[in-house]
């Protein structure tokens, strides 16, 4: 196994950007009703995760942003017709909370992850552990870590996507809102949408506090039917602000090409 990923937590701990802890968020993370958020992911396709991080922990985790030495990459979303604002990538090593919270919550979604490709009969099972996971991706070709943050001003905004980044997707995701709603910004809510067979979209707004979590499908889902199971597939994306400044952190599970 790649040594990398032989104890990530600790290796991240040692970089500049990892002197904020992450044990309390790992404890919260473990605390949640798990049961639950797995009964959400399966009827909504997304399940509310509530204060994941402090907002102590938002604001640290915010103000790396200008820290250039941490990221591998700065995507600025108008030049590319995503939408209007920015993000960075992290690069490897990830800041120790960032490394802690993507460790924790994969194996916590990992038996959501391989119940729905068995329910849409797709052969791919995900190991319990994210290093093994990540190990895979790399066997691939896909060594650049996704985890990302980022930074929306008045009048920005991102448009329905997906995040798939090679071959191997973890299907779930994570989104942390590291502002606070009516303090910071107004506007730039949380969307997600469902392209259902045949029917209508349906929207999906996610109420977030700062410090609150959404775990959602990357990128479809399987949905009971009268006929069976189908694929439904997942779009999100962010309202336009329309006042102030908002950052998100995103901790996506698989690596890109």
Known sequence: MNTLFADEAQVAKETSAGSIPFEGAVA???ALDWRQVGKDLDEQGSALLQGVLSADECKAIASLYPEESIFRSRVVMGRYGFGRGEYKYFSYPLPSI???LRTTLYPRLA??????NEAMGIEVRYPGSHADFVQRCHDAGQFRPTPLLLQYGTGDYNCL???LYGEHVFPIQVAILLSEPQRDF???EFVLTEQRPRMQSRPEVVPLRQGDAV???VHHRPV???RGIYRVNLRHGVSRLRSGE???VGIIFHDAN
């Open 111 to 116: 038996p959501v992850a391989n119940r729905w």
């Open 224 to 226: 009971k039917g009268t």
């Open 186 to 188: 107004t506007g730039g």
């Open 98 to 100: 960032i490394q802690g």
């Open 161 to 163: 996507h997906q995040d």
């Open 246 to 248: 908002r950052h998100t």
């Open 215 to 217: 775990a959602f499908a």
């Open 28 to 30: 919260r993370v473990n």
